[in-house]
């Protein structure tokens, strides 16, 4: 299918540092290809986050399988797959990926519980808290109709897992949906998530130990309708990608710039230049991933969703350019 096109790092010398790896990537780009596990079987982590640790990427994902339905009474766009819980994949080079295993299990023939296969988990994050030393997961929990719209706090202490879940929370009584993690260089983290319907994004300070949000909260993009946060900061400002709300169909990104994460926002529209820059290169933004021995390198990580066989969905990682303080990606 035409959108189907997945792009991903590979063919790179073991040897290259991971700089290297992004100076080359016009040549190492492959397309169409599925992304596999150092046991040559398909990665199943998507609307995907990455955590570095101590010198290892560590990428969560939501684990899709078994049979795409349409949720019966919805629009044409409600797709579902079974909830399969987060997988773990590690690698030292962002090359080798290694599967280690379910980080959080679901739960079967439970429909009450949060993470039973017949809900919804998505978009997984970690980061590790220095203070408690635990490893901290967030990801939105749904029910089938998106109105259950929960954030999902677990713990572990180690970062593939397993992962012990400690429940659902609506922040401030606000509905969570599409969201992601920062964690800050001063250690303050954020759970960042589209909320009010999906009509405004919210920022929300999280309590120290990074398990409960606090009262500490601001509402950015007023009913602009975004979803699928991926932020970073680079040089002192953070940057926000978002895209908009089309379900599994892909629609243009948007980015903003900002001095503190808490904002002002100033919106600086699509960062995606060239062909196909309008649907986002037929993806939708998950992560910015930092290439932690390259300040100022950033990989972006979107998901090429197959609404129809989600878990045959697959992903685009490419590199994030900056032209000024300005981003730019392109799709080579
Ligand atoms: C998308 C969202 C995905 C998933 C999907 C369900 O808009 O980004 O994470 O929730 O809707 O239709």
Not at 114 to 127: A, Q, S, Y
Request: one cysteine or more; aromatic letters at 12%.
């Amino acid at each position: 299918m035409k959108y189907i096109t997945l792009i991903i790092l590979l063919s790179i010398s073991k040897s290259l540092t991971f700089a290297n790896t992004i100076k080359s990537l016009p040549d190492t780009l492959v397309h169409g290809k599925v992304l596999f596990d150092i046991d040559g079987k398909p990665i199943n982590a998507h609307g995907p986050g990455v955590m570095y640790h101590q010198g290892v990427y560590y990428l969560f994902g939501e684990i899709k399988n078994g049979k795409t339905w349409l949720v019966p009474g919805q629009n044409w766009e409600d797709y579902r797959v079974p909830a399969g819980g987060i997988s773990c994949y590690s690698s030292t080079d962002m090359k080798h990926w290694k599967y280690s295993g379910i980080a959080l299990k679901p739960v079967v023939n439970d429909p009450d519980n949060d993470l039973d296969t017949g809900r919804v988990i998505e978009r997984p994050k970690v980061i590790y808290n220095e203070h408690t030393k635990k490893f901290v997961m967030w990801m939105h929990i749904d029910k089938n109709d998106y109105n259950y719209s929960r954030g999902g706090v677990a713990i572990s202490d180690s970062p593939a897992g397993p992962y012990k879940y400690l429940g659902g929370v609506k922040p401030n009584g606000q509905m969570l949906r599409d969201m992601t993690l920062f964690k800050d260089e001063n250690n303050k983290a954020y759970l960042i998530y589209s909320s009010e319907n999906n009509n405004t994004m919210h920022v929300c300070l999280l309590s120290d130990n990074y398990l409960k949000p606090t009262t500490t909260y601001v509402r950015i993009f007023e009913n602009k309708r975004r979803e699928s946060p991926a932020i970073f900061k680079n040089k002192g400002k953070y940057y926000l990608i978002t895209s908009g709300c089309t379900g599994w169909s892909p629609n243009a990104a948007s980015y903003a710039v900002a001095d503190h994460v808490m904002g002002p926002w100033k919106e600086l529209g699509n960062p995606c230049k060239g062909p196909n820059a309008e649907v986002t290169f037929f993806s939708q933004g998950a992560f910015v991933l930092p290439v932690t021995s390259k300040p100022g390198k950033f990989i972006f990580m979107g998901d090429v969703w197959n609404k129809t066989d989600l878990e045959k969905s697959r992903y685009l990682w490419l590199p994030l350019n900056f032209n000024d303080d300005k981003i730019e990606i392109h799709n080579p």
